[in-house]
C-alpha cells in the first residue's frame, strides 16, 4: 500500500462513520430508534474497523516493521 492509498482508505473510513450518523438521524425520524439503530450499525462497525486497522497499520510503519512505501521516494 502506498500513502495515496492509505489516505483514500481513511477519507473512506470516516465517510463511513460519519455516514452512520447521517443514517442513524434520519432514519429516527421515520421509522424510530431502534430500526435506526439497525441500519446505523454496519456502515459504523465497517468504518471503525478500517480506522482500527489503518492505525495499527500507521503504527507498524513509525515502528518500521511494516513499512507503508513512498510513491516519491
Do not use: H
Not at 452512520?20 to 424510530?32: A, I
Amino acid at each position: 500500500m502506498d500513502r495515496s492509498g492509505f489516505v483514500k482508505l481513511a477519507i473512506i473510513a470516516f465517510g463511513l462513520v460519519t455516514l452512520s450518523f447521517f443514517v442513524r438521524g434520519t432514519s429516527r425520524l421515520v421509522l424510530g430508534a431502534e430500526i435506526a439503530a439497525l441500519l446505523q450499525a454496519p456502515f459504523a462497525v465497517v468504518g471503525f474497523g478500517l480506522l482500527c486497522y489503518l492505525f495499527v497499520r500507521a503504527t507498524l510503519d513509525v515502528v518500521g516493521v511494516w513499512n507503508v512505501e513512498d510513491p516519491d521516494a
